[in-house]
């Protein structure tokens, strides 16, 4: 009798990775990928959702410049809200709308992007405005509790800034109000306390009465703002760690003639100011003079000329050593606010057009940034 026997081979065997490997392999990853990888085991998402590897993942985007997107405000076609999207920064084809984190239609502003996360706040600040940090690609944020304004003025003028400290390995939001004829109050917020500190020692000469912050902005843990008084300007910062104010001195040839605009680039501050010039009004040339921060006075980098008889607005600095410009001759009549993002390369003076159509309000939205992917707040 003759039996045949059906072999069956069956492996038990299982593929093993290094810990260390699996962890540079992972690192590389974009956020989108991570999340999910985060199903496969426990000891996955315990990796994935660990402090050294969420900062390792962001230093490395930082630093190879990975997983990078460009902000740009747009008017959906769907119906006239204002919403804000990602864009890739090699496509320019889009990544994520940015829908309000806590579900609701109200429009937003986006005051600061650093390390994968957003502050954004109303479009016009108020005292009891609320403020939010917010990581976008994972669906995170931290609502701030109410800031102590006082509450016998019924209005302020209050800037809001937001950034890394580097130092304290902290995030911090900064807000100035001021009422009438002084600085009222300078409040700042720590993400890892959870709480406000209200800064009670002012120096008297920060206490005048500005026309208007110009702009505010914040970077390794300095809050610098840039006042319009009268026809001159005043350039003051915060050192968030020691609470000490300084005033710093703009350079001579920028005037309210003109429009300024302060930035961070590379870590570095940027003031820019955008001007006209030339011999007659049919060859008028914008130009930007930009001068970069260093040794607490600014020094002139770069000018840049622009196509003649184009209506430009400069909007921010990407991470690949460009201007993020508004090209508003692509519009006419009542969509005068609307144009195209445009890229003006500091080093090749070549102008690159993105096809990102931009809205932008003169009273509410006055920069477009750049965001990098991040794991910050998954576990907070």
Not at 115 to 132: E, K, Q
Not at 289 to 297: A, M, R, Y
Not at 345 to 374: A, C, F, M, P
């Amino acid at each position: 009798m003759r039996r045949n026997k059906r072999k069956t081979k069956k492996s038990s065997s299982v593929s093993y990775i290094p810990e260390e490997i699996l962890f540079n392999i992972l690192a590389r990853l974009p956020v989108k990928s991570l999340l999910r990888f985060r199903c496969v085991s426990k000891s996955w998402r315990g990796l994935i959702g660990s402090p050294s590897f969420v900062s390792t993942h962001i230093n490395r985007n930082v630093t190879k410049l990975a997983h990078t997107y460009l902000i740009a405000l747009q008017r959906s076609k769907v119906d006239p809200v204002l919403c804000h999207s990602l864009f890739s920064t090699e496509t320019f084809e889009e990544y994520l709308k940015l829908r309000h984190p806590l579900w609701t239609k109200e429009q937003f502003r986006i005051y600061g992007s650093s390390n994968g996360l957003v502050c954004i706040s109303d479009r016009i600040l108020h005292p009891n405005s609320p403020i939010c940090i917010w990581n976008p690609c994972i669906r995170k944020f931290r609502t701030l509790p109410e800031s102590r304004w006082d509450r016998r003025y019924s209005s302020y003028d209050i800037s809001l800034s937001f950034g890394y400290h580097p130092e304290l390995n902290d995030y911090k939001v900064v807000t100035m109000g001021w009422f009438v004829r002084s600085v009222i109050k300078v409040q700042v917020y720590s993400l890892s306390t959870g709480a406000w500190k209200v800064i009670e020692v002012i120096p008297p000469w920060l206490k005048f009465n500005p026309d208007r912050c110009q702009g505010c902005t914040f970077s390794s843990g300095v809050a610098y703002w840039l006042f319009r008084k009268s026809k001159k300007f005043r350039f003051v910062s915060f050192a968030t760690d020691t609470e000490e104010f300084e005033e710093l001195m703009v350079p001579d040839t920028i005037s309210t003639e003109g429009s300024p605009y302060i930035d961070v680039y590379n870590d570095l501050i940027y003031l820019s100011y955008s001007y006209l010039q030339g011999p007659d009004i049919q060859k008028l040339q914008k130009r930007i003079d930009l001068w970069v921060l260093q040794e607490q006075s600014f020094k002139k980098l770069h000018t840049a000329v622009l196509l003649p008889g184009r209506d430009y607005l400069l909007l921010g600095f990407s991470l690949q050593n460009e201007l993020i410009v508004k090209d508003r001759n692509h519009t006419k009549g009542h969509e005068r606010n609307m144009g195209q993002m445009v890229l003006y390369d500091l080093e090749t003076k070549l102008i690159k057009k993105t096809g990102i159509n931009l809205v932008h309000d003169n009273h509410y939205e006055s920069s477009s940034r750049t965001y990098i992917e991040s794991l910050v707040l998954l576990n907070g």
